[in-house]
């Protein structure tokens, strides 16, 4: 069951009830060696000019500086390489992490294949407590528009599953407790540095079915852009774009996966 948020009169969301929300709960944590091949690739990514990276999210209005994306960027395989540990520790098969710098949509098409199966993963923070997709990025037959296939040409695509990751520390609360957040260059060794002074952990609230993507999508479970957004009625963020949305809460254990991917 996928339970929509309390929508408040002055327009504000918030998960109505304890049961809501899913408490972060580290599962597992990441070694130096890790951590450092995935700062060169952020890094690489976003203020070393290798990759490329759209300038604001779909739906979104503010363009993003080096900083925010490489936050992003840095949260996001880290989430990757997150659900690849448990999968593996699970007794499945799923490819690695892709490193390989390139333009834009050049990652788009899968996060992972596991048993034949297209993965999509998404990081938040460790005290998040939404899934979020952004309407502009979906089809109503849940289909994420901005794949790419063998010949780099844009095309749809099913996923099988999308999972959910959650990292502590947060990427963008350390880069802003450094002022770092809203830059475009930085050094490099100075940015290792804090980096690699946090120990990095993480854990998975679940994942969701194709079916259940497009369960979501059809009924709407949407919070419009800009929009105001607490898990407990006291501290509120805005919400840059109209995104779908599913409760971490809500999602299937990570365990269940077994049962559903066949060898």
């Known amino acids: 069951m996928f339970y929509k948020l309390k929508h408040n009169l002055d327009g504000s969301y918030m998960i109505n009830n304890d049961f809501g929300r899913l408490r ?13 091949s995935i700062f060169d690739f952020a890094y690489r990514m976003t203020f070393g000019g290798e990759g ?4 604001r999210r779909t739906g979104g209005t503010a363009n993003r500086t ?3 994306k490489f936050a992003n960027t840095f949260q996001g395989k880290l989430g990757e390489l997150a659900v690849n540990k448990e999968l593996s520790r699970l007794g499945l098969n799923p490819s690695q992490p892709d490193y390989t710098v390139g ?19 998404k990081s938040i923070k460790y005290f998040s407590q939404l899934l979020l997709l952004e309407t ?9 528009l901005h794949g790419m296939n063998a010949n780099r040409n844009i095309i749809p695509v099913q996923y099988d599953f999308v999972f959910l990751s959650r990292i502590n520390p947060s990427s963008e609360d350390t880069l802003s407790h450094h002022h770092l957040l809203y830059s ?8 290792s540095d804090i980096i690699l002074s946090n120990e990095w952990g993480y854990d998975i609230p ?12 059809q009924h709407r479970h949407i919070i419009p852009a800009h929009s105001m957004f607490s898990p407990n009625g006291r501290r509120y963020t805005e919400i840059e774009a109209e995104n779908y949305y599913v409760r971490a809460a809500d999602m299937h254990s990570l365990n269940e996966i077994t049962a559903l991917l066949p060898a």
């Open 24 to 36: 972060y709960n580290r599962i597992g944590a990441f070694s130096n060696e890790e951590v450092d």
């Open 52 to 55: 490329e990276h759209r300038g």
């Open 184 to 191: 475009d260059r930085v050094n490099r060794n100075d940015l």
């Open 206 to 217: 679940g994942f969701i079915t194709c079916d259940e993507l497009i369960y979501v999508i």
């Open 136 to 144: 502009g990025d979906w089809d109503e037959s849940g289909r994420y």
């Open 66 to 68: 080096n900083g925010q």
């Open 103 to 121: 333009g834009l949509g050049f990652w788009d098409h899968f996060d992972m294949i596991v048993n034949n199966r297209q993965v999509s993963i």
